[in-house]
């Protein structure tokens, strides 16, 4: 059974940063590449950024490029979503997605003050 659980929201102020993480269960995670999406709220969910499974391909979302950073340690089947230079744009819901599997985490909020 597929599990993506996210954890490392909060608040912060505009300029900060945080790191979130998705700890994968239930699937060979070093297999299948793996996303971060956010939704706003009355916005359209919008990908973040995507990882391919080894980590070594990476491709990010417009309004994040140069700031955010996703990685992955296949070894703690973990995704993490590195944010800097954040603004009260970036406020969000943030989702761990897993493609292959259609499944998505839970979410975590991200709230960034002016």
């Known amino acids: 059974q597929v599990q993506l659980v996210e954890s490392g929201g909060g608040l912060v102020q505009s300029g900060g940063s945080l790191r979130l993480s998705c700890v994968a269960s239930g699937f060979t995670f070093g297999f299948y590449r793996m996303a971060w999406y956010r939704q706003a709220p009355g916005k359209e969910r919008e990908m973040v950024a995507w990882i391919s499974n080894t980590g070594n391909t990476t491709n990010y979302g417009d309004s994040v490029k140069g700031r955010f950073r996703v990685s992955r340690d296949n070894t703690r089947n973990t995704m993490y979503l590195q944010m800097n230079t954040l603004s009260p744009d970036d406020t969000a819901v943030y989702y761990c997605?897993?493609?292959?599997?259609?499944?998505w985490g839970q979410g975590t909020q991200v709230t960034v003050s002016s």
């Open positions: 997605y897993a493609p292959s599997f259609t499944y």
